[in-house]
């Protein structure tokens, strides 16, 4: 049996939405009663001409007091802020408002120019911001359950979680293929009384007791189907049914499949098409979503990078979502391995970064002299013959799409050795085996170290990491200059699917890493979770890839969407377990139960195999099992967020994403939060950096933790932290005689590494089973400014 096999990740996880995946410059936005000029645009980009029509999406202040407040009455106070008629004058005859929002904020979406915007819609009382609507939000399994310890039949994931049961878990994606037998509604019963929501399109006549809703919002609203493929994938892993008889993408992964909440009601918002996302309808849909009272809301969706959360779309309407009681789960998104490259980054939202599983599609490359390399492929096939052949190896052309030029004179019956490019051009290496090679071996690039995202280029393929690659252009290097003149040779032995494999998880190399650039005095990513080789449904009709296969009900694919619902998932289990929790308590029962070691008890490693930071792991890998009962929990109100907003933005950033006319920066002088001291279930301290040889002054981060365990029951400090931090908690015991009692504590860390380096330890408290684990990341002044 072959070991551990780590291979290739492409950066463009599916190829079929390449077009998804390009870099998208922030958000412009306008800003009520800003001077000069009203538009920003991004990055000095030059704005289109002023009267040239495109969307805008507005806020408003509320319909006055007095004015109707059903839909009409909200649709006729948004079109008295358009110039002129509710149409445009451009000849085309088309409304000028394409959606209203009453639920993430309130305001509309409407065809304006900039001069239109400017000079009428910004000097109406009432309007408050507005930005251009823009298509740069992107895209970002039978083994996961198991592998995050959920065991069908009895136990935790049937009695205590009940499978999800009584939770609707919405998702805003590409839509979903509603006769996939992953939604067959089979044991699973009708949807509680309190929902709202309902199949709205004919193409989902299907919808039943596990798909309660679908609605589009994109291609005029006719049709919620999956023409793309990545929401059947994603609504499938968060909350699919159990799917028996052998699920797999050609026979590789074979097993039961279900979701990470298979007893949890679906709800699909189509936001996405073929084309990419529009801001305004991710927001009409998070609008339906909060009017439907969905549950959980999964997000797998984001940007390049994060723009301030008071001109961030997502931002601004998870935080009305969470206000409401619905946990928001989002990507950190696909910009991995380089730093500070997360996204949906804000305290009230779910980061979810990616990791692999312990499962391998396993091959072997066997060298001519007796080495075996280990690689994976997607397209297996039988091992009828163990020819050898000899290999191709260029160190002038090492790169795959430099041989585009060669193809069909030198590669006819070798086995063709390249370097995988960060633009992979798949039609080079299906001309190479139309033209006869005998197989192709794709070599990670440096960057993707031990990460594998497999891809279909069809049959011949096989994908090695970068040490893998090494012993084979070593081996071919030194065979092609021996004495003896022997040409180096190869053949690939094809093992199918091999579970265990370690170690695991580790960090998938295209997972964003932290820390914030917009606020990075809370560690983002949140947490860890299965992203990388994940099987989950996929609609039949949809070609599988490269290989021309086609029609398959399950698919491999990779990337922190694909992490993103299983975080949904455990999020559902928990708001099944407990009705009663709000968002934050949610959240906080998944990082302090999440588990900082591997399968084997290990440090979580990175893409090199080297200790994972906090700033790619979060708190740690997720663990549904302990997240359902972590005793305690960090609590954050509201008021707390606001106190927050207030801190980092100022009233502009709290009128735009708390919009509640009684609260000001004013009012909470006295209760604004630093970002240090928000109640967060991580703990981000900075350290000053000093030149003397004076120790920097302490920093002293105060929290409270609610009891939801036992009524009566003693926490005990538990300090894990390098020789060079000293650290103090007080108390060091919390004792509690009652569930939702708060205890308070503080925690004072001097010290640090001396040179500028960031510092990792952790806190946890312990009574009996109960372990409540809280990272803390020091990190040097000035790269980090924070007020205490």
């Known amino acids: 049996m072959s070991s551990f096999t780590n291979l290739m990740i492409n950066l463009l996880v599916l190829l079929a939405l390449a077009s998804l995946l390009s870099p998208a410059p922030a958000l412009c936005y306008i800003h009520a009663g800003e001077a000069g000029s009203v538009v920003r645009t991004p990055n000095g980009t030059p704005p289109p001409p002023a009267d040239a029509y495109r969307t805008y999406i507005v806020l408003v202040d509320p319909p006055p007091h007095g004015a109707a407040t059903d839909d009409d009455g909200h649709r006729r106070w948004h079109e008295s802020f358009l110039p002129g008629g509710r149409r445009m004058d451009d000849g085309a005859d088309q409304a000028r408002i394409i959606r209203s929002y009453t639920e993430v904020f309130e305001g509309f979406a409407a065809r304006l120019t900039a001069a239109e915007l400017a000079g009428v819609v910004s000097k109406k009382p009432g309007f408050v911001r507005a930005f251009p609507g823009r298509r740069t939000l992107r895209l970002m399994t039978t083994h996961t359950p198991e592998f995050l310890g959920l065991t069908r039949g009895a136990g935790f994931w049937r009695d205590v979680a009940g499978y999800g049961k009584g939770v609707v878990v919405g998702l805003l994606d590409t839509g979903v293929h509603a006769a996939h037998p992953s939604f067959d509604d089979r044991g699973v019963p009708p949807p509680p009384a309190r929902w709202r929501g309902s199949c709205a399109v004919a193409a989902t006549r299907r919808c039943n007791n596990k798909l309660v809703g679908v609605k589009s919002f994109v291609d005029g609203g006719g049709g919620g189907d999956d023409d793309v493929g990545h929401g059947t994938h994603t609504a499938s892993t968060a909350a699919g049914n159990f799917v028996a008889g052998g699920a797999s993408d050609r026979g590789l992964g074979a097993g039961t499949a279900a979701g990470i909440a298979p007893g949890a009601h679906v709800a699909m918002y189509k936001v996405c098409n073929g084309s990419g996302c529009d801001d305004d309808a991710v ?245 860890l979770a299965p992203g990388l080789n994940i099987l ?66 290990n440090p979580i490693l990175d893409e090199h195999h080297e200790r994972a930071t906090a700033f790619l792991t979060g708190a740690g890998h997720i663990n549904p099992a302990r997240a359902a009962d972590p005793g305690l929990v960090y609590d954050i109100a509201v008021a707390d967020y606001a106190g927050y907003i207030c801190a980092l933005l100022g009233d502009a950033g709290l009128g735009t994403i708390v919009r509640n006319e009684s609260l000001s920066c004013g009012k909470l002088d006295k209760n604004k939060i630093p970002e240090a001291q928000l109640n967060y279930p991580t703990i981000t301290v900075p350290l000053p950096r000093s030149s003397s040889s004076a120790a920097p002054p302490p920093f002293t981060v105060n929290r409270t933790v609610t009891n939801v365990g036992p009524a009566r029951s003693t926490y005990t400090m538990k300090l894990e932290i390098p020789r060079s931090l000293t650290m103090r908690v007080s108390p060091e015991k919390l004792v509690f005689s009652g569930v939702g009692e708060k205890k308070g504590f503080s925690v004072t860390v001097s010290g640090g590494g001396g040179g500028g380096e960031v510092v990792e330890g952790s806190l946890s408290w312990v009574s009996g089973k109960h372990v409540m684990r809280s990272p803390i990341v020091a990190v040097p002044q000035p790269y980090l400014k924070l007020g205490s």
């Open 536 to 601: 989950a449904a996929w609609p039949p009709h949809l070609q599988h890839g490269g290989g021309g296969g086609g029609g398959g009900l399950f698919k491999v694919i990779s990337g922190t969407s694909m992490a993103t619902p299983h975080a949904s998932g455990v999020a559902a289990l928990v708001k099944s377990r407990h009705p009663d929790w709000l968002p934050a308590a949610i959240k906080s029962a998944i990082l302090t139960t999440s588990d900082a070691v591997d399968g084997a008890g």
């Open 283 to 527: 927001l009409a849909g998070f609008d339906e979503a909060m009017k439907d009272g969905v549950d959980v809301l999964s997000v797998s969706l984001g940007r390049w990078s994060s723009p301030p959360f008071d001109e961030d779309p997502i931002a601004i309407a998870a935080f009305s979502a969470v206000a409401r009681g619905i946990t928001v789960v989002c990507a950190a998104g696909n910009g991995g391995p380089e730093p500070s490259t997360v996204s949906n980054d804000a305290p009230w939202l779910l980061t979810v970064a990616a990791g692999s599983v312990g499962r391998s599609f396993s091959t072997t490359v066997l060298l001519g002299n007796g080495e075996l390399v280990d690689g994976q492929a997607l397209a297996q096939q039988p091992n009828s013959s163990t020819s050898y052949y000899p290999l191709h190896f260029s160190e002038k052309q090492p790169k795959c799409n430099e041989l585009a030029g060669i193809v069909g004179d030198g590669v006819a019956g070798h086995l063709v050795v390249c370097q995988s490019d960060p633009v992979e051009d798949e039609s080079v290496v299906s001309a190479m085996m139309a033209t006869g090679a005998g197989g192709v071996v794709l070599i990670n690039t440096e960057s993707e170290g031990y990460t594998t995202v497999l891809e279909d280029y069809g049959p011949g393929m096989v994908q090695v990491t970068v040490a893998g690659g090494h012993n084979i252009t070593e081996y071919a290097r030194s065979s092609s200059s021996s004495a003896g003149g022997c040409k180096p040779n190869a053949t690939v032995v094809f093992d199918n699917t091999l579970l265990s494999v370690h170690p695991a998880p580790t960090v998938a190399s295209f997972s964003s890493r932290g820390p914030s650039k917009v606020a990075p005095g809370v560690l983002k990513p949140d947490v």
